[in-house]
């Protein structure tokens, strides 16, 4: 059995994954939990990449105005 939540209102779910598929559906679970990490690492490195870009481009402004 594989159990889970559902997005939109956090029912619990379970859905029977035959033996043969076992294999393949944790595979598929381990690479979903890889990306998960990986984007929880990019998000804070993207937010501070969007701020230094706002920041430069304001400065760009000012001196383009003087």
Do not use: C, F, I
Not at 21 to 41: C, F, I, K, S, T
Request: hydrophobic letters at 40%; aromatic letters at 4%; zero cysteines.
């Amino acid at each position: 059995m594989l159990y889970g939540r559902a997005n939109a209102n956090g029912r619990r779910v379970a859905v029977y994954v035959p033996e043969e598929l076992v294999p393949e559906v944790q595979r598929g679970l381990d690479n979903g939990r890889a990306l998960q990490e990986l984007l929880q690492q990019a998000a804070p490195r993207y937010v501070k990449a969007l701020k230094r870009e706002r920041t430069e481009a304001a400065k760009s402004k000012k001196s383009r105005a003087v």
